[in-house]
């Protein structure tokens, strides 16, 4: 699955996009405006908008996955995707609070390719422009005028609360030695797929589908999510720095407790036993001990088992989709993202 893969509306993935991000955008730079200007500043630069003195910069703004969701979840049910506008604002304005929190709490210098917002304005701005960034989100889509916002924001608050869990329990791995696998699972399925099955919701509610199908809508949205966050730590081992925008083993260097490492660690092997020894103990690991510590992941199955996991995922995604009963040509572009996502590259 590629990118350029075109679905039976004719639209390719990365067309499909190409033209969430436009109407995303369109209503997402007028929302920022609103943001004092000390808070606007910083998420311009991390929305990519301009550098970090204010010039334009057209930098790489993400992919715009989950605002595509809502779009097209609204349309799979039989509404337009305009009613759901403010939804999908409102939840790339999440995702990005959560992702300028992420890189202060994981220390991560690079995303997409640039300095992170913590680098180049502070930690403490960063913060706060996050902070900003969320209370921005519950704006947009309390005054978005739809009849069912009150449920919508309901939907949504819960998915945050559920989302800021997920975080909170994945920094307390960081200072624990007997992480289990249950736990890795439930953590990653509220960090990770509570908003995108938020995201598939709201889509489904503000397009006017019926409670069945926003529910099957959700539970495709929090499949696709925990395939996503699989395929992520993949990523974070194995991923191409020219292409995923961060250094090689990054998670690895952090001794970050990601999916197929604590598959590794819960293996009793002779393999995961040596993993545990490098990543429990008190030095930071140098490159050689970054790659032992991949072959170790990869010799014990974590790999293997996590694809297999994206797979498995996705496919059951796909039956909740087509559980929702979607229209066709939206319905065969949700689809396409599914497949996106689960096997992507960055």
């Known amino acids: 699955m590629t990118a350029v893969e075109v679905t039976a509306g004719g639209r390719s993935a990365r067309e499909v996009l190409d033209w969430s991000r436009d109407m995303v955008e369109s209503a997402l730079r007028p929302a920022a405006d609103r943001l004092p200007p000390s808070m606007r500043r910083i998420a311009g630069y991390h929305f990519g908008w301009w550098d970090e003195h204010g010039r334009p910069a057209g930098a790489d703004a993400g992919k715009a996955i989950r605002p595509a969701l809502v779009l097209l979840a609204a349309e799979a049910v039989g509404g337009g995707a305009a009613a759901a506008l403010p939804a999908a604002v409102a939840v790339e304005l999440a995702h990005n609070f959560s992702l300028l929190h992420d890189d202060v709490m994981d220390g991560d210098r690079t995303r997409r390719h640039r300095p992170t917002a913590w680098t180049v304005f502070g930690v403490s701005p960063a913060i706060l422009a996050g902070d900003a960034l969320l209370t921005l989100a519950f704006d947009v889509l309390a005054t978005g005028g739809h009849p069912d916002t009150s449920r919508a924001t309901r939907i949504f608050s819960v998915a945050i609360q559920e989302l800021l869990e997920g ?103 002779s393999a995961g036993r040596e993993l545990a020894r490098l990543y429990h103990g008190e030095h930071p690991l140098s490159d050689a001990d970054l790659v032992r510590a991949a072959e170790l992941v990869d010799a014990v199955g974590g790999r293997a088992w996590s694809q297999a996991q994206a797979d498995e995922l996705l496919t059951r995604a796909l039956g909740h989709l087509g559980a929702a009963g979607s229209a066709s040509v939206p319905g065969a572009e949700l689809a396409v993202l599914a497949r996106l996502v689960a096997r992507r590259d960055h």
């Open 167 to 269: 975080q909170n329990t994945d920094v307390a791995f960081e200072r624990r030695q007997d992480v289990e696998l249950a736990e890795c699972l439930s953590m990653a399925a509220g960090k990770t797929g509570a908003l995108l099955g938020c995201a598939c919701a709201l889509g489904g509610l503000l397009g006017g589908g019926g409670q069945e199908q926003v529910e099957h809508l959700d539970a495709f949205g929090r499949d696709l999510g925990l395939a996503f966050q699989f395929v992520d730590d993949l990523l974070g081992i194995w991923g191409d720095p020219a292409v995923t925008g961060k250094p090689v083993y990054s998670d690895l260097r952090s001794r970050k407790k990601s999916l197929p490492v604590v598959a590794a660690l819960a293996s009793s092997t």
